[in-house]
């Protein structure tokens, strides 16, 4: 199957400080990308759709200043926590569809914010 | 927007027998229905999809079908091993070019010796 890259797995940071998680597709290119977030023992939860070129998409209640996503490139979606608190320490997933509907998922980023 | 409703939120079996997960979606436009394996603290992984122009597909010990009319698909796994245990998610898209997933609630599957 195709291969999405998550980089870093996991990351510790301090209240009040920015990280920045990165999404590459290595072997397809993908115009757009989606950002989950998952709590413990729930499902994916889905907060914006990263868009090549142009700005992310941002389902309701996500605050787009707070978790800036950027995608420059057809192979890079890059999603920044910007003052991170200890509630916004989560499991953060990215996938990217080969074709109209088969999604390939990076292998997530756990946050801890303390 | 697409609502994904999915059954039973537990689930546990002996090895060896059959576990059967429901899902239903709301968008009678929706055409792909894939089911996702997570093990903790890992990516979800693809293990079968169907579309909308059948009505069944398998793949080994694994089974998907689909009730278009009732709006509603099934993953069926057979002769259950303890390494199928693990959270299955059913999804289904939403309109557009490159349609974002709505995950069902996932089933966190049991398989006991």
């Known amino acids: 199957g195709a291969v999405v890259s998550q980089h870093p797995s996991w990351v510790i940071c301090k209240s009040g400080t920015s990280v920045k998680i990165e999404c590459r597709s290595l072997?397809?290119?993908?115009?757009?990308m989606f950002w989950y977030r998952q709590f413990p023992k729930q499902s994916l939860m889905l907060m914006a759709t990263s868009n090549e070129g142009s700005k992310a998409t941002y389902e309701q209640g996500v605050e787009k200043d707070k978790f800036l996503i950027n995608h420059a490139s057809l192979t890079l979606s890059t999603l920044t926590v910007t003052s991170a608190h200890p509630e916004d320490s989560s499991f953060y997933i990215c996938?990217?569809?080969?074709?109209?509907?088969?999604?390939?998922f990076g292998q997530g980023t756990r946050l801890t914010v303390v | 927007g697409e609502n994904v409703e999915q059954h039973p939120s537990t689930l546990s079996v002996q090895e060896g027998d059959s576990a059967v997960i429901k899902c239903t979606y709301s968008d009678s436009a929706s055409n792909y229905f894939p089911w996702y394996k997570q093990e903790l603290g890992k990516r979800p992984q693809l293990i079968i999809d169907i579309r909308s122009n059948v009505g069944e597909k398998k793949d080994q010990r694994i089974a998907v079908t689909l009730n278009k009319t009732a709006k509603h698909f099934s993953l069926h796994i057979t002769e259950t091993q303890p390494e199928d245990s693990a959270v299955y998610f059913c999804?289904?898209?939403?309109?557009?070019?490159?349609?974002?997933?709505?995950f069902g609630t996932g089933t966190r599957l049991q398989v006991t010796l």
């Open positions: 072997d397809f290119q993908a115009t757009t």
């Open positions: 999804a289904a898209p939403g309109p557009g070019t490159a349609s974002k997933l709505t």
């Open positions: 996938s990217a569809h080969r074709g109209r509907t088969e999604a390939f």
